[in-house]
Structures are given as C-alpha cells and as structure tokens.
C-alpha cells in the first residue's frame, strides 16, 4: 500500500497579482550592471575598490569540520555602477531646492538628500542607442550627444520618452571598459563622449525621473580637461532633481535591441552618503531569464 499523502493547494481567496502572473509565465533579465575587482578603471576623484578575505576555509574548523570564509570591502561610493544621490553636487554653495551645502553637510552626512532618500525604482525604461541613430558602433572620444542625436534615437527605435522614465543614453564608450590599459575607459587624455548641458537639458524637460550612461562621468569630457567641468550635474541633480547612474553596461541590452524595458534598482540605504553602488536590471517578458546572455532556468530548476 502506497504511503505517499496527497497534497492539495489551498483555496486562492482572490485574484493574483498580475505582475506575479507574467513573472510566472517567464521573464528576461538583463544585468546593466559592471563586476566590481580591484584595480578596475574608475574616477580618480574617489576611493578605490579593494577586496580581501580576512578569513578563508580553513583558518578555523569547528570541531563538526565546518569553516567559513569573509570579507572586507574599501570602497568609494562612486565606483563602479551607481547611483547619484542630489547631495552628490552642489553649485555656486546650494544643493537641489535650495538647500545650504555646507549646512547640510553638518556631522558627516547628508540627511536631505542623502542616497537613502532614494526610492527602489521600477519603472519604464527606455535606451537611446546613439551610435545606432548615427550609423557608427561607437561615439568618437569627446563627442557631445546632442538633443538632436537623443530626437534621432527616438524616432530610429520608435520608443519616445516619457515624464517618470529612467533613460540610459548608450556612446558605446562602455566597451573600453575591460581594455587592457585602465586608463583607456577613464579617457582622461582622449576625452569621453556623453551629454552635454544641452542634452541633459532636455532629458530634464521630458521630465525623467533618472537618466544613465556608459561611461564613469555620464556626459562629455573634453580631451585632457578630466571632470573639471560637469554641466550636465549641475543641470539634472542641482537644478532638476533628477539621480545619475554611472558606469553602465549596454552592450548586451542594445545588440539585443532591446530599447523598452521594466528598468529596476535599488541603492543601499547607506545614511546621508552621496552614492551607492548598485546593480540595475532590465526585465522584458520572454520564456527564459537570461543574465549577461546566459540561461539562467525558467523558474522550473
């Protein structure tokens, strides 16, 4: 005689979420995100990345012969892929909405406009792939993406922006990012293509709630100037309120192109910090979650 009990589901008591049923039906996940190693190209201004194991496997064995291995971790807040927080920029002593920055900076943080006043986001994203609206497979170093290169992209992949959206603008820059010389994605000396105050100009009258790019700075560096000037911070975090995301990875989204997409993330809630590293995702529905263009299952595994 079989023992085996049968199981039965309890009763739904009312209807499902929707969004848990297209998870359940199967989505596509693509990581936007950089892998963050010691020693990888970031901005000169902040604390460098590095990583150790103060204990590995096997410097203590408890007697039933488990072991654990951990951590630390130095770090910028700006490193890597993040997020700027509307503390990250002050302009002529004020930060968003008029606030003193110097006041505002009393006892070692930002309680205003820290990144812990950031939201989770989950909203509509859209990328602008501007070396496609311009026929090139990258943008030239120091090359300024202008509102007319943003309109372009528009109308190529048919997925205008919208008040709310979190817009990634793609220069391709980001391909530099593994190169052998470190220096070679800073772009110190050659410059680094992205918006100008022109376009972050318009970004801002369409009302974005984020915009985000490939590169360490997000907008233009002019060969040899570095970040000695960064009009499009000044416009879109002091002057419109609206967060940064820096050092993306677009590769995979746009040779997918894939151009409109649930854009998620979710900063640390690091107390009054300027930043937080984060690791933003682009959902689309499809039968497979696929991250960095692997399957990953379908949920059933």
């Known amino acids: 005689m079989s023992t085996t009990a049968s199981i039965t589901e309890p009763a739904r008591?009312?209807?499902?979420?929707?969004?848990?049923?297209?998870?359940?039906?199967?989505?596509?996940?693509?990581?936007?995100?950089?892998?963050l190693y010691t020693g990888m190209p970031q901005s000169p201004?902040?604390?460098?990345?590095?990583?150790?194991?103060?204990?590995?496997?096997?410097?203590?064995?408890?007697?039933?012969?488990?072991?654990?291995?951990?951590?630390?971790?130095?770090?910028?807040t700006h490193v890597g892929t993040h997020i700027d927080a509307l503390a990250h920029v002050s302009h002529n002593g004020k930060l968003h909405g008029g606030a003193d920055a110097r006041a505002a900076g009393e006892g070692g943080l930002y309680a205003e406009h820290g990144v812990h006043t950031i939201a989770p986001m989950v909203r509509r994203g859209v990328l602008l792939d501007i070396p496609a609206a311009l026929g090139a497979e990258v943008c030239e170093p120091g090359y300024e993406i202008t509102p007319a290169d943003l309109e372009a992209a528009?109308?190529?992949?048919?997925?205008?922006?919208?008040?709310?959206d979190?817009?990634?603008?793609?220069?391709?820059?980001?391909?530099q990012f593994d190169a052998p010389v470190r220096e070679t994605f800073v772009g110190h000396?050659?410059?680094?293509?992205?918006?100008?105050?022109?376009g972050a100009r318009w970004l801002a009258a369409r009302g974005v709630h984020a915009a985000g790019a490939d590169s360490i700075a997000f907008e233009r560096l002019a060969p040899g100037?570095?970040?000695?000037?960064?009009?499009?911070?000044?416009?879109?975090l002091v002057e419109a309120g609206i967060y940064?995301?820096?050092?993306?990875?677009?590769?995979?989204?746009?040779?997918?192109?894939?151009?409109?997409?649930?854009?998620?993330?979710?900063?640390?809630?690091?107390?009054?910090?300027?930043?937080?590293?984060?690791?933003?995702?682009?959902?689309?529905?499809?039968?497979?979650?696929?991250?960095?263009?692997?399957?990953?299952g379908d949920g059933h595994g």
Not at 225 to 236: C, D
């Open 45 to 76: 201004n902040h604390p460098a990345y590095w990583h150790t194991l103060p204990r590995r496997h096997g410097d203590r064995v408890r007697a039933d012969g488990g072991s654990a291995a951990n951590d630390m971790l130095v770090m910028g």
């Open 154 to 164: 528009e109308r190529l992949q048919g997925t205008g922006v919208e008040r709310g």
């Open 244 to 296: 940064i995301i820096e050092t993306l990875d677009l590769e995979e989204i746009a040779a997918e192109r894939v151009y409109e997409f649930t854009f998620v993330l979710s900063p640390l809630p690091l107390f009054g910090a300027t930043g937080s590293p984060v690791r933003p995702l682009a959902v689309v529905g499809g039968s497979a979650a696929v991250v960095n263009g692997r399957a990953v």
């Open 13 to 35: 008591t009312g209807p499902r979420d929707p969004l848990l049923a297209a998870v359940r039906e199967g989505v596509r996940v693509l990581d936007l995100g950089r892998r």
């Open 166 to 175: 979190v817009v990634l603008v793609r220069s391709g820059w980001g391909r």
């Open 225 to 236: 100037a570095g970040h000695s000037s960064l009009p499009a911070h000044r416009v879109l």
């Open 189 to 198: 000396d050659s410059g680094v293509p992205g918006v100008g105050e022109a």
